[in-house]
């Protein structure tokens, strides 16, 4: 490295410039340049405008020029009660749904593995792995036909001498449908990653096994669950970091603005859309909102910190 | 002698105990499978059904009386054809932008070569961890980029997808270093050795990071309902999104969601059809799409 001592000198300026890692990797830096575009006005300047959650926002005067009212929106949003029901409903639901969605998923997965025959996993595979590629819209729609009152559902629950359920009306069924849907659409998929841990295991370990007598159940239990444990916490953390984001794009084209279903499913998400539509007050909304990210972002700090202790390799950073 | 009596005595009960065991797997699999798929028949079944029947009896297992009708509504319908083709065009355009966009920030941080790659990383996975909320994203969209009613928020918003580049530049990264470098070498710009080496490698990686970007777009209503005021500009899914919402709505006014009586239009039977419908591109794809589920098992490897 040439150091210039005195003055301008073009010799070691020109030299200095083709170090310089903007023109060196000029190429690469001008393919990044539209998702830095993109990321600057799409994430970045939306992180900034949150600033609003402080302001008594006017559309007119934009992110900064309304006038600043402190805590106010927090405070609107922290005295009603709603807030305490769509957090406990977000949490609620959303660790039921880890927790049936990982047991199915490493039940489907410990069961796919022992099959024998290769056309009738495949086969099954296929079909276990189907509902997870159809939107939530369309399988809401799919529901009506189950849930409605005169729906496939209700004529299984009648003609075995139940009562009908009425689903719309009736908040308290939608927590268990919602666990069974999901189970239902998504473990076949989740399951993929646990057969491939598996699959990854040494197979010698179940020859020794077998030659000490253990029959198939012991290796399951002594086998391929212990050494699928890591995978099995990494997934788990990674889903405690998104544990504070409702599920929007499921619940509202199940539930929509139908407000007796309120108590139980309505969540931050469906909450923060309803404030946007409703509420004239975006700053108010926008807090909401920044309570999640908030929460949210210090979950992700937190289960990042669990997966350091418990599953060193799985921490994220 | 003894014991190898009881050895074998060992063995057969164990042979016995894994048969059972393994029965019941085949057993449990086989009826996992079937739930899978029944949701689907039943739709598609009952889709063909008649209106009035289905109205006077309700949903059952096979209809009493078949018909045609809701197919033939569906066909006839401008407005739901009309969202067909909206929905294939933003799918198409979307796909095809947002993965070109995507594989190129994916190539400009795989690898060693930039020295601020770590800076960009961290600013790319941030996103990931932290954002804005929906609001300033509204204002945003609505206010400052004055993209409402525009049908380039289907595609502008959703060009770039974070998680997709980091899934793509670890498949880059496996790239050999010594046959990007010795290109570079030969003299090819960056351009010419991401579409003539780098790109060529990875199209196993690329149709899948393609085909889960066309089903997202596929599967999009939330930017109908946000940002569309003209019902023309609705995607398929959001026509569907409101069809379920006014049979909730009209079960909770008292309502039973099936009409009594006889029905012009066949409202149940054309949403069957409907949902069937938008699920058609898919199952078409779903071969190409298990190729590469693969990718899927990827998910851990998004490290910065």
């Known amino acids: ?317 | 002698m003894e014991r190898t009596k009881t050895l074998k005595v060992m063995k057969t009960k164990r042979n016995v105990s894994d048969r059972i065991l393994l029965a019941v797997f085949y057993a449990f699999a086989t009826v996992f499978a079937v739930l899978c798929l029944y949701p689907f028949l039943q739709v598609f079944i009952s889709s063909f059904a008649d209106e009035v029947t289905l109205t006077r009896e309700g949903y059952k297992l096979i209809p009493s009386k078949f018909s045609a009708d809701a197919w033939k509504t569906l066909f006839g319908s401008n407005e739901i054809i009309f969202a067909y083709g909206l929905t294939i065009g933003i799918t198409v355009v979307g796909t095809v932008v947002s993965v070109i966009i995507t594989a190129m920030a994916a190539y400009a941080l795989s690898g060693k070569a930039l020295k601020y790659r770590n800076f960009f990383n961290f600013l790319y996975y941030l996103t990931m961890l932290f954002s804005g909320g929906l609001i300033p994203y509204y204002i945003l969209i609505t206010n400052y980029l004055q993209l409402k009613n525009n049908l380039l928020v289907y595609i502008i918003p959703a060009a770039f997808n974070v998680w997709n580049m980091f899934l793509l530049r670890n498949f880059f990264n496996d790239i050999p270093e010594s046959l990007i470098e010795s290109a570079r070498l030969d003299g090819a710009s960056e351009f010419v050795t991401a579409f003539r080496i780098v790109i060529p490698l990875s199209l196993p990686a690329l149709a899948t990071i393609g085909l889960f970007t066309a089903l997202s777009f596929w599967n999009e209503w939330m930017t109908s309902m946000l940002y569309m005021d003209n019902e023309k500009y609705y995607t398929l899914q959001y026509l569907i999104v409101r069809m379920v919402n006014n049979v909730s709505a009209a079960s909770n006014a008292g309502q039973s969601g099936l009409p009594a009586g006889v029905v012009s239009v066949p409202a149940n039977t054309l949403r069957l059809a409907t949902a069937i419908a938008t699920i058609g591109p898919i199952i078409l794809l779903y071969p190409f799409l298990q190729r590469y589920f693969v990718a899927g098992l990827r998910v851990g490897g998004v490290k910065g």
Not at chain 1, 113 to 125: A, D, H, P
Not at chain 1, 132 to 142: G, K, M, P, R
């Open chain 1, 1 to 317: 490295m040439t150091k210039t001592t005195a003055g301008f000198n073009k010799k070691s300026f020109i030299s200095k410039l083709k170090k310089n890692d903007f023109v060196k990797n000029r190429g690469r830096y001008v393919l990044l340049l539209p998702s830095i575009i993109f990321m600057t006005v799409f994430a970045y300047i939306p992180m900034i405008g949150i600033v609003i959650s402080f302001q008594n926002y006017d559309p007119v005067a934009g992110f900064f020029g309304s006038p600043w009212i402190g805590i106010e929106n927090f405070k609107f949003f922290f005295e009603g009660s709603e807030w305490l029901q769509v957090t406990l409903n977000t949490l609620y639901l959303n660790a039921l749904f880890i927790i049936t969605g990982t047991v199915m998923s490493i039940v489907i997965a410990v069961i796919m593995s022992e099959l024998k025959s290769k056309m009738f996993t495949r086969t099954t595979q296929t079909l276990m792995t189907l509902p997870n590629f159809v939107s939530w819209a369309t399988i809401a729609l799919f529901s009506v036909a189950f849930f409605e009152s005169r729906g496939i559902v209700n004529a299984v629950i009648t003609a075995v001498g139940g009562e009908s359920v009425s689903f719309y009306s009736n908040p308290d069924v939608w927590v268990g449908v919602f666990v069974i849907i999901r189970a239902w659409k998504g473990s076949g998929w989740g399951a993929i990653i646990y057969m491939a841990a598996i699959l990854s295991i040494d197979k010698e370990i179940y020859e020794a096994a077998k030659i000490d007598g253990a029959n198939k159940l012991r290796c399951i239990f002594k086998i391929t669950l212990p050494l699928i444990k890591n995978m099995v916490v990494l997934m788990t953390i990674m889903a405690i970091g998104g544990i504070f984001r409702g599920d929007f794009g499921m619940i509202y084209p199940f539930v929509g603005d139908n407000s007796m279903l309120y108590p139980t499913t309505d969540v931050i998400d469906t909450y923060v859309f309803r404030a946007l539509r409703s509420f004239t007050n975006y700053g108010r909304a926008a807090a909401v909102g920044l309570y999640q990210s908030v929460m949210g972002f210090v979950l992700v700090i937190f289960a990042n910190k669990l997966a350091k202790r418990y599953a060193p390799e799985s921490a994220m950073f």
